[in-house]
C-alpha cells in the first residue's frame, strides 16, 4: 500500500511539473502572439543589411584605392572578399544574439 501511494505522489508531481512547463509555453505564445511573422522579417533585414553595407563598404574602399594607386592586384576583389567576411560574422553575431536572447527567456519560464 506504501507504494502505490508512492507512486501515486510521484506521478501527480510529474503531471503538476508538466502542468507548470505547458502554461509557461502558453503565456509566452500569449506575449509573443503576433511577433513571429514580423521577427521573422526584421532579422531577414538585419541579416541582409549586416552583409550588404561591409561589403559596398569594401568596394568602395577598393574602387578607390585601385583608381588612386594601381597595381597588379586588384583592391576591389581583395575587399569584396574582405567586406563580405566581415559582413557575414556580422550577421551571425545579429542571429546568435537573437537565438541567446530567447534562449534565456525559454530558461528563465521553464524553471530549470
Not at 502572439?33 to 541579416?47: A, C, R, Y
Not at 588612386?68 to 553575431?93: D, E, H, K, R
Amino acid at each position: 500500500m506504501a507504494d502505490s501511494l508512492k507512486r501515486r505522489r510521484e506521478i501527480m508531481r510529474k503531471f503538476a511539473r508538466e502542468v507548470e512547463r505547458k502554461e509557461a509555453l502558453m503565456i509566452r505564445g500569449r506575449k509573443e502572439k503576433g511577433e513571429t511573422v514580423w521577427f521573422g522579417l526584421g532579422m531577414i533585414g538585419i541579416v541582409g543589411w549586416s552583409v550588404a553595407i561591409p561589403t559596398l563598404i569594401g568596394v568602395a574602399i577598393g574602387l578607390w584605392i585601385d583608381r588612386g594607386w594601381p597595381s597588379q592586384f586588384s583592391w576591389t576583389l581583395m575587399l569584396l572578399f574582405a567586406g563580405v567576411m566581415i559582413g557575414c560574422l556580422n550577421a551571425w553575431y545579429w542571429v546568435r544574439k537573437s537565438g541567446s536572447w530567447n534562449e534565456k527567456t525559454d530558461s528563465d519560464e521553464g524553471g530549470e
